[in-house]
């Protein structure tokens, strides 16, 4: 996710000085080739996560469950919601991405325009998904961190010594 979030202010820092007071590129070409890259390399650094990242969500669910409400960030719920919807779609989006690549000519293959084109529209499809993990992604280690923090339901309760009242008191 750090990666993710680096790529993203990468991009954000391009933007901003390839482009006019109006969002519009200076250079489309060039624009669009980095913005390709762009969403190379954040589905790149999302494979990492991606087998794990509904373990990841499960466990994240499991833990806000237990928090005391008065650790809870209001936010997380609907944090956790996104990345549920985003990895959703990213999935159904692979699914595609193998029938495409699949589907392609025999000589189509990584290097071949064929091949590159699907998998940079497929990218392309992937990325505002991608973002979604990159923006919300942390959400998982905060409540992580609160859990870890949070006294557990399991641990007794240290019992009250009573108050004791002075002899001279009477």
């Known amino acids: 996710m750090r990666d993710s979030k680096k790529i993203l202010d990468a991009w954000d820092a391009y933007s901003d000085e390839h482009t006019d007071l109006d969002g519009w590129p200076h250079d489309d070409h060039a624009y669009g080739l980095r913005a390709g890259q762009r969403d190379a390399d954040t589905a790149e650094a999302f494979e990492?996560?991606?087998?794990?990242?509904?373990?990841?969500?499960?466990?994240?669910?499991?833990?806000?469950a237990q928090l005391p409400e008065n650790t809870v960030q209001s936010?997380?719920?609907?944090?956790?919601?996104?990345?549920?919807?985003?990895?959703?779609?990213?999935?159904?989006?692979?699914?595609?991405?193998?029938?495409?690549?699949?589907?392609l000519p025999f000589t189509a293959k990584p290097g071949t325009a064929d091949f590159d084109d699907a998998l940079a529209e497929h990218h392309a499809e992937s990325w505002s998904y991608l973002d979604d993990w990159a923006t919300h992604?942390?959400?998982v280690r905060e409540i992580n961190s609160a859990a870890r923090k949070a006294p557990s339901p399991l641990?007794?309760?240290?019992?009250?010594?009573?108050?004791?009242?002075?002899a001279a008191r009477k």
């Open 48 to 64: 990492l996560l991606r087998y794990g990242a509904r373990h990841l969500l499960a466990t994240a669910e499991t833990q806000l």
């Open 75 to 103: 936010r997380w719920v609907y944090q956790l919601g996104v990345l549920h919807t985003a990895l959703d779609r990213l999935d159904a989006l692979h699914e595609q991405w193998l029938t495409t690549r699949d589907a």
């Open 137 to 139: 992604g942390n959400v």
């Open 155 to 166: 641990a007794p309760t240290p019992a009250r010594t009573p108050v004791r009242r002075s």
